[in-house]
């Protein structure tokens, strides 16, 4: 039997490199199998003896069944995912695959339930909130990658979009115009290759989503005799969607920030147990039933599940009474995009990535691919419906034909790239007509600079320095003759500062301090006040969309700079947060503030205190608006709960030079050697090597051979 290689050849193996599971020194593991379908069934294995209690949660967030197991707490979630038809959804999604699709993520399913008995006996939730795992369906990976990807669009933030026109008007929202809590800061960028040298090109990046513990992307390597492609998967989801080397090729994926799912207002009638939808022409029936929800510890919930011909009613309006239901691409086209995954493993050019692609649905990506031929393309991979400017901002009629999907979706996109390439989540050229909320552009701007300049791919990912223009600018309207000393000393240091969110800058824990200052006054200032003072029209799991102190965290250049758009002056709310600050306790430098807060159930105590330890064990630096783009909510907290969820340096002239690394480890057992080893690299900017030598690594005892 032969396997390939990074260099695209094919060898023997040796000894050491029989099939079955290899682990590095960092737990990672690397997968061998004589077919395509027992690689699969590995992944599988792997996925749930590592992490058995992180792919259990999310198959039951996609059942709508979190609450049986965890308790009242969950019962929001599950409402939305019965309502939003999420299992059903990733059910025909699966029945429409194609037969060896259907049989690759099916024998994945099969590698699931073969392991989560030996994973379920090392996690200790499962002890602790009384349960053992269940049964895998074939289509379960689907429904996990829904629920990862169903919130990460657009539509919660037309649900903000609504509340901000009914308090201040629509023209209001355009203060609000940057990337909500739903978006991302993710960094991809790929350097070109050199002919003259035969250097061929280098891709890096580093996707920014919330901190979830266990962390939501496993490193893995799939090797078979077809390929050996190494990269970040899902736990729970078969092959490697958004970042791979394959050896020849390699890619990477950021959020191309398109508007691709829809909301639509509703006008609903009940007739016993039918119930009636408002069309142009008259009234009409809708699908309806009602669905029973366990909960662990209180009673069972039922829920009715309603479905119009735009799409399952997830909420409805509080204020005007109209059930508000969501229009998706994967809903109707029946498709997730799954039919790309085999295809992208097998890829061995930019071509084939590109190729490979054109069968993606959703999440809607940028992807830059690279080959070692010195190819370099920009894609957009994705389906974004046709119709009415309209539906990109805000819930419309659902009975007005004029907001009807055209039937078609935008052309694909594909660009040839000379010189360095660059996407940061920013407006360009290839995606600007697809979206509405694009992340401001100097993130891109700054990765570019740092590359014309010759920085490393470390220097890259960990730059700090903050785009700080607008609320400088804020900053020199505040007169220095109305402050007291205190109050002028701290505004002359801060326009003094470097604008580096370094973890050990005082200077930076002070700006951090009158920004949350700032943001609060904000909050409670006049002319945003409706904001607080309006009721939420929409159902609690929204409200880190449609909170309005936390809108105006994220948004605060917007809102600061256009307060007098509402009739405000900013320059009295900016000296009032500079006498908030100068009156309290020093802030004290910002990685003593901006401390590490990964969300987890937190159902057992052993993974509460290991948080606790890794807060005390690693000092953050960066910001949202930084390359290094950890999160926080000015006025909220400036605990950093979103950040980068992996780094990746993939090297196309040598993939043993190549490097990464994830927030924690690879094993989601707390206690484990590998649960939380990564986390001093990663916050320190380094990366681990990626071991391509199957004699460096180690081989389970005990494998079955696939």
Known sequence: MTFPVAGGTTAHPPHAATTGIHRDRWGIPHLRAGTVDGLARLQGRVAAVDRAWQIEVERWRSEGRLAEHVGPAELGWDRFARRARLDDT??????????????????????????????????????????????????SPLGVFLVQHVLFSTFPNKLWHAHVAAALGPSATELFAVEGPGGSGSNAWAVPGDPATGRAP???????????????????????????????????????????????????????????????????????????????????????HVERI????????????????????????????????????????QRLGFDALLPLLRARSADDVADAL?????????????????????????????????????????????YRWQGGYAEPRRTAVDGLAVCANDRRPDVTDL????????????????????????????????????????????????????????????????????????????????????????????????LRDTPSAFDGLFAPWTDP????????????????????????????????????DPPGPWGGRHVLHPVHLGVEAAVDEAVRA?????????????VLATSSVPGVSDTCWRGPVARYVWDLTDRADSRWIVPFGASGRPGDPHFD?????????ELVPVVTDWRELTREPGDATP
């Open 677 to 685: 080893d990564q986390l001093p690299l990663w916050a320190d900017g």
């Open 549 to 584: 102190l936390s809108r105006i965290g994220h948004a605060l250049d917007g809102v600061a700079t256009g307060l007098h758009r509402l009739g405000g002056d900013i320059g009295p709310v900016a000296a009032g947060a500079l006498e908030d600050v100068a009156a309290g």
């Open 90 to 139: 990733a059910r025909r999604c699966f029945e429409r695959l194609a037969p060896a699709t259907r049989r690759w993520v099916t024998a994945y399913v099969d590698g699931v339930n073969d392991g989560l008995a030996e994973g379920a006996a090392a996690a200790p939730e499962f002890a602790a909130v009384d349960c053992t795992p269940g049964r895998w369906r074939p289509w």
């Open 358 to 402: 054109r069968d993606w649905v959703e999440p809607v990506n940028s992807v830059l691919v690279a080959d070692r031929g010195g190819t370099v393309h920009q894609l957009v991979a994705g389906l974004v419906p046709l119709r009415d400017d309209r539906c990109r901002r805000e819930p419309v009629p659902g009975g007005d034909p004029r």
């Open 202 to 288: 280098v891709v890096a990046g580093d996707p920014h989503r919330i901190l979830e513990l266990p962390g939501i992307y496993q490193q893995v390597r799939l090797a078979c005799p077809e390929f050996d492609v190494l990269g970040f998967a899902f736990p729970g989801v078969p092959g490697l969607p958004h970042f791979g080397h394959a050896g020849e090729v390699a890619w990477a994926v950021t959020n191309a920030m398109a508007d691709y799912q829809d909301l639509y207002r509703e006008e609903l009638r009940h007739d016993g147990e039918r119930v009636l939808v408002r069309e142009a022409d008259g009234w009409a029936p809708a699908h309806r």
């Open 435 to 530: 979206g509405t909320g694009f992340a401001p552009p100097h993130r891109a701007r700054r990765i570019r600079a740092l590359l014309a300049d010759g920085a490393r791919a470390d220097a890259v990912h960990m730059d700090t320095r903050l785009e700080a223009g607008a609320l400088r600018g804020v900053l020199d309207r505040v007169d220095p003759d109305g402050l007291s000393q205190p109050a002028r000393r701290l505004r002359d240091r801060l326009t003094r500062w470097d604008g580096h969110m370094r973890a050990d800058s005082a200077d930076a824990g002070a700006w951090a301090a009158w920004r949350a200052a700032l943001a609060r006054r904000l909050y409670d200032h006049p002319c945003l006040r409706p």
């Open 614 to 626: 890794m807060r005390e064990r690693v000092k953050l630096a960066g910001d949202s608006d930084c």
């Open 294 to 333: 366990e909960v662990r510890g209180g009673e069972p919930e039922s829920v009715e599940v309603i479905e119009t011909p735009r799409g399952p009613v997830v909420d409805h309006d509080r204020g005007t009474g109209e059930a508000i239901s969501l229009r998706t691409p994967s809903r109707v086209e």
